[in-house]
């Protein structure tokens, strides 16, 4: 499976984004997804993880209060909706599947597959 991340732009700050994730396969369904983000010179981030149903999710601090993650399963595809952003948040977001256990440390990036290439989101000042 491969994931594709799509909706990045250019948008000042205080202003919102939706990010979208498509999987190839159906069976994207029954993992938990993640989003990350990456700017120049910094390492990946873990942005958001959410579960399977869509039920749990487990947001990074830098981002609370300010981005959700939704999914249809329906459609086989997640959101990532960004809401008052700011020029730090600006960075290529990726999104992939969690496969592993306990969500004990989601941060880790050997704990997810299926990267696709990722969209660029900036925020200007």
């Known amino acids: 499976v491969q994931l594709q991340a799509s909706g990045g732009g250019l948008v000042q700050a205080g202003g919102s984004l939706r990010l979208s994730c498509e999987a190839s396969?159906?069976?994207?369904?029954?993992?938990?997804v993640g989003w990350f983000r990456q700017a120049p010179g910094k390492e990946r981030e873990h942005v958001v993880t959410?579960?399977?149903?869509?039920?749990?999710?487990y947001l990074a601090d830098s981002v609370k209060g300010r981005f959700t993650m939704s999914r249809d399963n329906a459609r086989n595809t997640l959101y990532l909706q960004m809401n008052s952003l700011k020029p730090e948040d600006t960075a290529k977001y990726y999104c992939?599947?969690?496969?592993?256990?306990?969500?004990?440390?989601?941060?880790?990036?050997?704990?997810?597959?299926?990267w696709g290439q990722g969209t660029q989101v900036t925020v200007s000042s």
């Open positions: 992939a599947r969690y496969i592993g256990g306990d969500w004990y440390n989601l941060g880790n990036l050997d704990e997810y597959d299926a």
């Open positions: 396969e159906r069976t994207l369904s029954s993992y938990d």
């Open positions: 959410i579960s399977w149903s869509g039920g749990r999710q």
